[in-house]
């Protein structure tokens, strides 16, 4: 009964910024990962961000160091990503995910996936 669900896609001009939400719903964990991922056109899977809620322990690939924030709010069930600085190579759909065995994010098995947000970044 997990859904996850994601808003706040859009179209920005480069420098830019977007804040995405992921809702989580029917989800009977108390902490685990969660996560961002994006991908682009021709290109694979990207893991973007991600936090593990029982601490707030976030990660983030080094291509949106500095420039993007994943954090949480618990009584909503809600993760968010702030893109701030957006560049064209950002345009991609992204999606958020959910460990389903509610692990840390170095174990994370991300078995619920939300429908996808596009975000288009233009020069």
């Known amino acids: 009964q997990v859904q996850l669900v994601e808003s706040g896609g859009g179209s920005v001009q480069a420098g830019g910024s977007l804040r995405l939400s992921c809702a989580a719903s029917?989800?009977?964990?108390?902490?685990?990962?969660m996560g961002w991922f994006r991908q682009a056109p021709g290109k694979e899977r990207e893991g973007v961000a991600n936090?593990?809620?029982?601490?707030?322990?976030?990660n983030y690939a080094d291509s949106v160091k500095g420039r993007f924030t994943i954090s949480q709010d618990k009584g909503k069930n809600t993760v968010y990503l702030q893109m701030n600085s957006l560049k064209p190579e950002d345009t991609a759909m992204y999606y958020c995910?959910?460990?389903?065995?509610?692990?840390?994010?170095?174990?994370?098995?991300?078995?619920?996936w939300g429908q996808g947000t596009q975000v288009t970044v233009s020069s």
């Open positions: 995910a959910a460990d389903r065995s509610g692990r840390l994010c170095s174990r994370a098995d991300f078995g619920y």
């Open positions: 029917g989800y009977t964990y108390r902490s685990n990962c």
């Open positions: 936090i593990y809620t029982g601490g707030g322990t976030t």
